[in-house]
């Protein structure tokens, strides 16, 4: 989305959540209808290449993690955080 920052907003029918960095160049957003929009448990942005949602669904609650990673021409550095940070919040996810 190259948004800074992150919150969420609501623009007619549609709520869209958002992580991004401190310039416009990386993030990413999670876009919910307005009957999508009140299954939300809560969202985290973890950073400008994760998000992530719960939401309550009619049986079961789950789990959307959304990325954006970086390109195999990224510094291995970048690279290594990236994915250091997934295995974190994959590990952290409720089940």
Request: overall charge negative; proline content about 3%; charged content about 25%.
């Amino acid at each position: 989305m190259r948004w800074t920052g992150s919150g969420t907003f609501v623009s007619e029918d549609t709520t869209v959540i958002y992580s991004g960095g401190e310039k416009h160049e990386r993030g990413l957003g999670l876009l919910f209808d307005e009957t999508t929009e009140k299954t939300i448990i809560n969202w985290e942005p973890v950073s400008d290449r994760i998000i992530t949602a719960r939401l309550k669904t009619r049986f079961t609650d789950i789990t959307i993690i959304q990325v954006y990673t970086p390109t195999e021409t990224a510094w291995d550095a970048e690279k290594d955080k990236f994915y250091e940070q997934l295995n974190e919040v994959i590990s952290g996810a409720p089940l």
